[in-house]
């Protein structure tokens, strides 16, 4: 891609847009929930931003190669690829497209074969179907049929498919056949036809219920045996569009209150007198006793996570996102942005601290707090928000839970209150549940919150007309959401550690919500079994000090062990004192610790006092474009100091413009090129003198290049080796080397080339080694996460700048095979324990063949 000379926007992440549409042979466009190496954006289904060629620093760039790896799924056979403006200013050139098979299913690579059959690199989120129903189970709106849009994709001869229909009345009875616009055999009381006769084919279903029903069990199935057919994805559920929130909610509308008589309008009901209250109040439906119990899992994820940086509203104090505290005016502005922080916006915008507030004690609190809560609403005409960041989903769900906690209050003081606080929750949970139905968050920690403040909903107001279709897709969303978050093994499938953890919470804060419903008490005791497996593989990640490694997106958190022991203490499981256990015996040497996460290198060494060591090496899937290209990275503590650190985790307020790069992690790329889509697996380890070697195999690097990279650990963790081998066919090889430290250690680098890193009166040797090739630039720098955000006018305080740590790069360049790295030693006999290990023939030969 080449810019022009005058562009003004060369340094944009999101400089161009990359679409691609999957083909079939007969030309039929495939919509897969999800292609590995490519994400799904807001323009195309599958696609990916393309970053201006400054965005890597080069300012006076105005050319960048582009590359992308991504899988390719059955059926499709082709790709429609289009490139779009952006953030670019003036127009751009793209030259010399080339598409071309990266590897096949199973690719060998240093004799080690990376099979990716059962790999989530290979999954594009299908859903096989057989004889018998896959069946959905979905609440009803009185009187009201439901939308179903998916699509089948087929791949050889079928009969096409069927959706068979089970209604049931309030109390589960089942509805006698036959229902409406449905046909039926002898053998299927019920059914609708989906004819398929294309590759791919789009389907619509409009199911409508007979009188009485209460909920619509639908069931997805094959006409004959051994059918090839899979859904893309769950179908979409969908209502008719009156009662979408779009056409519901009125520009002209002075307020929330209008929200629920215009919605029972649209419905039919008439006004009427219920129970001394007017129909279309909310009133009609709140139950006291089930106010008393709403539940708050989003704010206690937030409690257990935060701990005493938790939101805390005290007088004219207002604390967030782990700022000073502000002083929040009489008059709120819901526009107020004082520390220039998306966080501390995101917190801001969320209610939850006032929802905090109003379970205070004192009267005066509490109507304060319902006061500011209506200043909200009248602030945020729906479709105008004041902050537009209250738009997003994890914001608006915590909203909808402080506003359900909220109405509970204000029903018993204030009526023009909970009138508006009624309104709001209604359309907050329209919104969220419009982003279920369409699956817009399916597969990520969002989509359980999001079901969550849905669920609550639907269990605290179950007399609303929308409350068992919201019920539903929450049920729905919170099945699917914790299949793919928690896998059956117990591995949480989050690159991340800190998204690891924030799973875990959320999840054992869900399992008695969970617990206390029929229809979701199975989804619970396979949860507490999953976690049990996760808790411990967790566990295992935490380092000596307490302290859990910054591998992916790490926001900044102060103390990641107490988190994890207010969780315990808060929700304990008998399974937790197991795994405590586990970590004390570990205690009584060096050795591997035992975590779940298969893709994962851990050696510690426990000792009460400064001389623990631990070393954490991970080389799991990289498998959207956002994740952080750090296969192979590792993080290395000796001597009780953290020396070798991450700092590719970004921060909530300054994400940085490369954090996910691979230079901001402790890794090795070839002739430039950034790592793709692939992942690493580890051969069978083995002994060399002092030290345990792993050699780890990876894919990530595109189909030009084999590489490999070997760990040499010492037994006492006093130092350790990292080299790579790169081999392509029959030309030259450029490496570039990253080795990012502490921000508390001083490099120097002296003329020899040796390095040593200064902690006060501690010393770590590097050493620059090459086996094949030759050794080039040695440099030191400095790294940070990202440039300060811009202060605003009226900022009382600024966001601090990112801090900045050394890093130490290093090139070697050869042939077509290029081998070598660094010796990591804390002392002189540490290093030369490891030049022995080096030489020795067992431990180059991998390197070098």
């Not at 914001?395 to 029903?411: D, G, H, V």
């Not at 597969?443 to 609550?456: D, F, I, N, T, Y």
Request: charged share 20%.
């Amino acid at each position: 891609m080449v810019c022009a000379a005058a562009e003004a926007a060369a340094g944009a992440k999101d400089f161009a847009s990359l679409g691609l549409e999957f083909l079939a042979q007969d030309q039929s466009g495939i919509d897969f929930a999800q292609v590995p190496g490519l994400a799904r954006t807001a323009i195309d289904v599958h696609g990916d931003w393309i970053a201006g060629p400054g965005w890597d620093g080069a300012a006076d760039s105005r050319a960048v190669i582009l590359r992308r790896c991504f899988y390719l799924p059955a059926p499709a056979s082709q790709v429609a690829v289009v490139i779009r403006s952006w953030r670019n200013t003036h127009a751009f050139r793209v030259g010399d497209p080339l598409i071309r098979p990266a590897a096949p299913d199973a690719t060998v690579v240093g004799g080690a074969a990376i099979d990716r059959a059962e790999s989530r690199l290979t999954r594009d989120g299908r859903i096989a179907l057989g004889a018998q129903p896959l069946w959905y189970r979905h609440g009803l709106v009185p009187g009201r049929a439901l939308i179903f849009k998916g699509q089948i994709i087929a791949q050889g001869q079928t009969e096409g498919a069927r959706a068979q229909v089970v209604f049931r009345d309030a109390r589960g009875n089942q509805l006698p056949p036959p229902y409406p616009d449905t046909l039926a055999t002898p053998a299927i009381p019920a059914f609708i036809d989906i004819p398929v006769h294309r590759a791919a084919y789009r389907f619509t279903l409009k199911v409508a219920p007979p009188p009485r029903a209460a909920t619509l069990e639908i069931g997805f199935a094959t006409w004959e045996t051994g059918a090839s057919l899979a859904l893309t994805a769950a179908p979409e559920v969908l209502l008719d569009d009156d009662l979408r929130l779009a056409n519901l909610a009125d520009d002209a509308d002075p307020g929330a209150e209008a929200f629920l008589p215009h919605l029972l309008a649209r419905l039919g009901g008439a006004p009427a007198m219920v129970g001394g209250a007017l129909a279309g109040s909310i009133r009609t439906y709140l139950d006291p006793a089930r106010l008393a119990q709403v539940p708050t899992p989003l704010r206690s994820f937030i409690a257990l996570r935060d701990g005493p940086d938790a939101p805390a509203w005290t007088g004219a104090a207002l604390r967030l996102a782990r700022r000073p505290a502000w002083t929040l005016p009489e008059s709120v502005d819901w526009t107020a942005d004082p520390f220039q922080s998306q966080a501390w916006r995101l917190a801001f915008q969320s209610l939850s601290w006032v929802a905090a507030a109003a379970e205070s004690a004192e009267r005066q609190v509490r109507d304060r707090a319902i006061a500011v809560a209506v200043s909200w609403s009248r602030a945020n005409p729906w479709g105008q928000p004041a902050d537009t960041l209250s738009l997003h989903p994890a914001c608006m769900a915590m909203r909808l839970e402080a506003l359900l906690s909220l109405l509970a209050i204000a029903a018993e003081t204030d009526a023009r209150a909970v009138e508006i606080l009624g309104g709001e929750v209604l359309r907050h949970a329209f919104a969220l549940a419009e982003i279920l139905a369409q699956h817009t968050v399916a597969g990520s920690l969002l989509e359980v919150k999001v079901a969550a403040a849905v669920l609550a909903v639907g269990l605290v107001l179950p007399a609303l007309p929308m409350a068992r279709h919201w019920t539903g897709l929450a049920t729905i969303a919170l099945r699917s959401g914790v299949d793919a978050l928690i896998d059956p093994g117990g591995v949480i499938v989050e690159p991340s550690y800190h998204r690891g953890l924030e799973i875990l919470t959320l999840a054992l804060v869900l399992l008695p919500v969970l617990s206390a419903r029929p229809d979701l008490a199975s989804l619970a005791g396979a949860l507490d079994l999953r976690l049990a497996k996760a808790w411990a593989g967790l566990v295992a990640l935490f380092e000596p000090d307490g302290t859990l490694p910054p591998f992916g997106d790490t926001p900044t958190h102060d103390d990641r062990s107490a988190w994890i022991e207010r969780v315990a203490a808060a929700h304990p499981r008998p399974w937790m004192g197991r795994s405590a256990a586990d970590q004390v015996e570990r205690r009584g040497g060096p050795g591997p610790g035992a975590s779940a996460r298969s893709e994962t290198l851990v050696h510690r060494r426990w000792a009460d006092g400064p001389d623990w060591a631990s070393f954490t090496a991970d080389f799991s899937e990289q498998m959207r474009p956002q994740d952080h290209r750090d296969c192979t990275s590792f993080t290395f503590a000796t001597g009780g100091l953290r020396w070798i650190t991450e700092v590719g985790g970004s921060h909530s307020d300054s994400p940085g413009q490369h954090v996910a790069a691979a230079r901001a992690h402790n890794v090795v790329i070839p002739d430039g090129r950034e790592p793709t889509a692939g992942a690493g697996l580890s051969r069978a380890p083995f002994t060399v003198g002092a030290a345990s070697v792993h050699l780890i195999d990876t894919d990530v690097h595109g189909p030009d290049y084999r590489h490999v990279r070997a760990f040499a650990l010492l037994d006492d963790l006093s130092g350790l080796a990292v080299f790579d081998r790169f081999a392509t066919r029959g030309r030259p090889l450029s490496l570039d080397g990253f080795l990012h430290l502490d921000p508390a250690v001083t490099v120097a680098l002296d003329a020899s080339g040796r390095v040593f890193g200064l902690w006060n009166d501690r010393r770590l040797h590097i050493v620059p080694h090459a086996l094949a090739g030759q050794l080039g630039r040695v440099a030191v720098g400095r790294y940070s996460a990202g440039p300060q955000a811009p202060e605003r006018g009226g900022a009382s305080a600024p966001n601090p700048p990112p801090q900045s740590s050394p890093v130490l790069s290093y090139a070697i360049t050869g042939g077509r095979s290029v081998a070598g790295g660094l010796l990591i030693a804390a002392s002189p006999e540490s290093l030369r324990r490891l030049v022995r290990v080096v030489e020795d023939e067992a431990f180059r030969r991998p390197l070098t063949e």
